[in-house]
């Protein structure tokens, strides 16, 4: 009797190894792609230009002579999808990523394409030479998501502290020197 028990556990391990083998592929990666669900539909860029042609929107600049502070800003990294292109502009422990998007975009609610759905304390808006700017932030008058939409084109711009102040936030005069380079 223990030896027919034991030639049907062993029976029974082969036939759970067999099927554990048969779960995994030759190239787990490309699995993994095929079956995470929605695919990234980002495309990185070398330049804001090639970020624009890509998102298919005309043009997406940043001034190259805005600054804050004393450090002049400078795109570093740029990407695009269907209808919108992203810069990340870092600046001292500041990480700040700035968008440009059409009205095109099905899944903007209320112009917003920031991608940040944080719940800030406080919102406020802005007149930027006659272009209303939506703000908000975690202290009163530092913006730390910005929008605003001119002639067809969504924006905004979102600035996070990565030195420890999580309620980083744009101080108005930054808001509305960016608002006035950022095309």
């Keep these: 009797m223990p030896k027919k028990m034991l030639a049907a556990a062993a029976a029974f391990l082969v036939v759970i ?10 190239d787990p990666e490309k699995e993994m792609n095929e079956t995470a669900g929605t695919p990234n539909p980002w495309s990185d860029a070398a330049t ?5 042609k890509g998102a298919g929107i ?12 004393d450090e002049t800003l400078k795109p570093e990294n740029f990407r695009y999808m269907k209808g919108m292109a992203e810069a990340s502009v870092p600046f001292g422990a500041v990480e700040m990523t700035v968008r440009k998007g059409t009205d095109a975009l099905t899944d903007v609610a209320e112009g917003d394409i920031s991608g940040d759905y944080t719940n800030y304390e406080f919102g406020w808006t802005e007149d930027v030479d006659g272009i209303e700017v939506a703000c908000y932030g975690n202290r009163e008058g530092e913006a730390s998501k910005t929008l605003w939409s001119s002639d067809k084109y ?7 502290g990565v030195g420890g102040d999580g309620d980083y936030g744009l101080p108005q005069e930054n808001v509305a020197m960016l608002v006035k380079g950022i095309k």
């Design 17 to 26: 190894m067999m099927v554990l083998a048969g779960c995994g592929g030759d």
């Design 58 to 69: 005309g043009t997406f600049t940043i001034a190259d002579d805005m600054k804050i502070g």
């Design 48 to 52: 804001a230009e090639e970020a624009a």
């Design 154 to 160: 969504y924006y905004s711009i979102v600035a996070h």
